[in-house]
């Protein structure tokens, strides 16, 4: 029998058009050809100055810290959030729901300006606290909505079990909610951190001499430095964006069953 | 003095009542079941003992304590629940040992109860499997292992069987009466199948609408329900409404029912003539006859019309027009089918005879109830007649 070819063919086109500029970014990271331009020789050049850039590794310092704390307050936050509207379904709640969902869709420029339009009305200076609040606002969202996932396939009578052979909260708690949920908790943060990483919009309203993140870095550099080693930035950046991402998805995967 | 006592237990739910003043006491080792139609409340009144729920007025009494207002980690009570709430994270041995871990008990005690409830419930060679990977009966056994190995006073047990297939249903009954005679606690159960009730438990309370309508042996219940509710909701059964009239002995009475000649009837509730009786009468206590029967003195017997038969193999259940405009349902049980027994036939002239014991009387009677019986009044029937032919 003759199989189609058609769906292969779309498949191979996709793929090409999603992956091959980043497989042109890659590769040119090891040419050593100082604009990109035709393939002149491998070397390792452009990593190893990349190495020695002060500005990068304080840019990079930065992007991490918010990038953890980020996650890590809006794993807690989001949770939290995850549990309230799915416990409790009043007019308030469907309120909060729109609330949380918001900020997936609005245009991130719009979250942008506004975070910036209230640090500037309260007065206070664009530190890293700033940026970490700016990223935290939309991490919740994130994290909550993969929690929320996992809280629809929740069977909330194992908190009653648990309680029936004598738990307290807090053992129940430790024993069954957390458990069961970490995966979802952990994709979400992973999820959360990958974005805070990745960020340019937000970042770029809410950062202010000091506090350069790395993707505002690196539009920076596109003016000032050689492309070759911005490739091998992006590189280096996509690599670990990739590890997350897959990694968010196989814990999100496990205790599915 | 009762083991366990609902006294006046109360229980709203925005301002409707899921249970309504009911009183219980419960024996010490028994299977007691809660029996009614879905929606009566009897889970509710079951998580009030367990304590998820706190009713809004009344007190339960466990053994001379008053409970009551206990959370469900201080109650000597475990629950079985519908979906067996099993810790999917967990593996069976440490699904078992979790209410044991929680009392902080000692390794060697928690591996010793484990290996034990494992034994009982025949879960050996399962204890390192997570949920998932055992079947649904499986599944049940750990449920309930998890809740023995606490050592509660009384198991409660919510619809246990109703997650499980037929077969499976028949086989765990017997396995759950066979746990509970090696246990030896109390089991409380709550079903809204009465046979799976009926089979099972030592004494059942019939619940309608958040009240509890009769409590008693399952023979009891079938046998002398107290009003018509049960007496519709347990099996099938007859209704006739008459006026009183003096019998000759007095622990009798005679019935003027519309149509029918004087019946007889044991009138334990003592009724005085004038008065208005509803009787039951359930199928297998007519006797069908194609001849006039021999009567004696406490033998009740009407002429009737075959409107409908229903062969079942062991049983057969007729449909009779009988005088008055009632249709009564009958059933025949088969022993020797096709040689002695003469056969009935659609359209057949019959009498039906019955026991003056055999009919009983109703403390309570409401209409709604005929609803729950298996033949539809002839007022239903004609509009069955009366729908449009497709041919
Ligand atoms: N948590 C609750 N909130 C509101 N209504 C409830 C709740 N639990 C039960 N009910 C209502 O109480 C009544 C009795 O319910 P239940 O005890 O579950 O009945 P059963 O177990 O006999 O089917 C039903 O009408 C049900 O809708
Ligand atoms: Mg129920």
């Known amino acids: 029998m003759k199989r189609s070819r058609f769906p292969l063919v779309v498949t191979v086109l996709v793929m090409l058009f999603f992956y091959l500029p980043v497989l042109v970014l890659v590769v040119n990271s090891f040419n050593r050809s100082r604009s990109s331009g035709p393939w002149t020789g491998f070397t390792l050049d452009w990593y190893v100055r990349l190495f020695g850039r002060r500005d990068i590794w304080e840019a990079f310092g930065n992007t991490l810290?918010?990038?953890?704390?980020?996650?890590?307050?809006?794993?807690?936050?989001?949770?939290?959030?995850?549990?309230?509207?799915?416990?409790?379904?009043?007019?308030?709640?469907?309120?909060?729901?729109?609330?949380?969902?918001t900020p997936l869709v609005v245009p991130e420029i719009l979250l942008g300006i506004s975070l910036l339009l209230l640090f500037v009305a309260l007065g206070v200076e664009r530190n890293l606290t700033v940026l970490f609040i700016g990223h935290t606002t939309f991490c919740i969202s994130?994290?909550?909505?993969?929690?929320?996932?996992?809280?629809?396939?929740?069977?909330?009578?194992?908190?009653e079990a648990a309680q029936d052979l004598g738990a307290g909260p807090w053992t129940i708690a430790r024993r069954v909610i957390i458990p069961l949920l970490a995966p979802g908790i952990f994709a979400g943060g992973l999820l959360a951190f990958t974005l805070s990483i990745d960020d340019y919009v937000i970042s770029f309203f809410l950062s202010g001499p000091g506090t350069t993140t790395l993707p505002i870095k690196i539009n920076a550099m596109i003016r000032r430095d050689a492309p070759a080693l911005i490739n091998a930035l992006s590189s280096i950046m996509l690599c670990v964006t990739f590890l997350l991402v897959g990694l968010s998805q196989k814990l999100n995967k496990e205790n599915r069953t | 003095m009762a083991f366990l006592e609902f006294q006046n237990i109360s229980k709203t739910f925005d301002g409707i009542p899921a249970v309504d003043d009911?009183?219980?006491?419960?024996?010490?080792?028994?299977?007691?079941?809660?029996?009614?139609?879905?929606?009566?409340?009897?889970?509710?009144?079951?998580?009030?003992?367990?304590?998820?729920?706190?009713?809004?007025?009344?007190r339960i009494i466990l053994n001379g304590t008053d409970i009551t207002d206990l959370p469900p980690n201080e109650r000597r009570v475990n629950t079985i629940f519908q979906s067996y709430?099993?810790?999917?994270?967990?593996?069976?041995?440490?699904?078992?040992?979790?209410?044991?871990?929680?009392?902080?008990?000692?390794?060697?005690?928690?591996?010793?109860?484990?290996?034990?409830?494992?034994q009982i419930m025949q879960l050996k060679g399962h204890e390192q499997k997570k949920p998932h990977q055992i079947s649904?009966?499986?599944?049940?056994?750990?449920?309930?292992?998890?809740?023995?190995?606490?050592?509660?006073?009384?198991?409660?047990?919510?619809?246990?069987?109703?997650?499980?297939?037929?077969?499976?249903?028949?086989?765990?009954?017997?396995?759950?009466?066979?746990?509970?005679?090696?246990?030896?606690?109390?089991?409380?159960?709550?079903?809204?199948?009465?046979?799976?009730?009926m089979g099972i438990s030592d004494?059942?309370?019939?619940?309608?609408?958040?009240?509890?309508?009769?409590?008693?042996?399952?023979?009891?219940?079938?046998?002398?329900?107290?009003?018509?509710?049960?007496?519709?909701?347990?099996?099938?059964?007859?209704?006739?409404?008459?006026?009183?009239?003096?019998?000759?002995d007095a622990d009798y009475c005679t019935l003027r029912i519309e149509g029918f000649d004087p019946v007889l009837c044991f009138n334990d509730k003592k009724l005085q003539p004038g008065q208005t009786a509803y009787v039951s009468v359930r199928p297998e206590k007519f006797r069908i006859h194609t001849e006039v029967p021999e009567g004696h003195s406490r033998l009740n017997v009407l002429r009737g019309k075959v409107t409908d038969v229903i062969y079942e193999g062991g049983h057969t259940d007729y449909w009779v027009d009988g005088p008055g405009g009632y249709r009564i349902s009958v059933t025949r049980s088969h022993q020797r089918f096709g040689l002695d027994e003469a056969p009935i036939t659609w359209g057949a002239d019959v009498w039906l005879s019955w026991h003056a014991d055999d009919g009983y009387m109703l403390e309570q009677y409401r209409e709604d109830d005929e609803g729950l019986l298996r033949l539809p009044s002839p007022a239903d029937a004609s509009l069955l007649t009366e729908l449009p032919d497709e041919s």
């Open chain 1, 65 to 101: 810290i918010i990038a953890v704390s980020a996650s890590a307050a809006s794993m807690l936050l989001g949770t939290l959030a995850a549990f309230a509207l799915h416990r409790y379904r009043t007019r308030l709640q469907d309120a909060h729901y729109t609330m949380v969902y």
């Open chain 1, 142 to 159: 994130y994290v909550t909505m993969v929690v929320l996932a996992r809280l629809q396939d929740f069977d909330f009578a194992m908190v």
């Open chain 2, 22 to 58: 009911a009183s219980l006491e419960i024996r010490k080792g028994e299977i007691f079941s809660l029996l009614g139609p879905s929606g009566c409340g009897k889970t509710t009144l079951l998580r009030m003992c367990a304590g998820f729920e706190r009713p809004n007025a009344g």
């Open chain 2, 85 to 118: 709430a099993l810790f999917p994270h967990l593996t069976i041995f440490e699904n078992i040992a979790f209410g044991l871990r929680v009392a902080r008990k000692p390794d060697v005690q928690v591996r010793e109860e484990v290996e034990k409830m494992l």
């Open chain 2, 136 to 197: 649904g009966g499986q599944k049940q056994r750990v449920a309930i292992a998890r809740a023995l190995a606490n050592k509660p006073e009384i198991l409660l047990l919510d619809e246990p069987l109703a997650a499980l297939d037929l077969k499976l249903r028949q086989r765990m009954l017997v396995e759950l009466d066979a746990i509970h005679d090696e246990v030896g606690i109390t089991f409380i159960m709550v079903t809204h199948d009465q046979t799976e009730a």
């Open chain 2, 203 to 248: 004494r059942i309370a019939v619940m309608n609408r958040g009240k509890i309508q009769q409590v008693g042996r399952p023979a009891e219940i079938y046998e002398t329900p107290l009003t018509s509710f049960v007496a519709a909701f347990i099996g099938d059964t007859n209704f006739f409404v008459g006026q009183v009239a003096p019998a000759e």
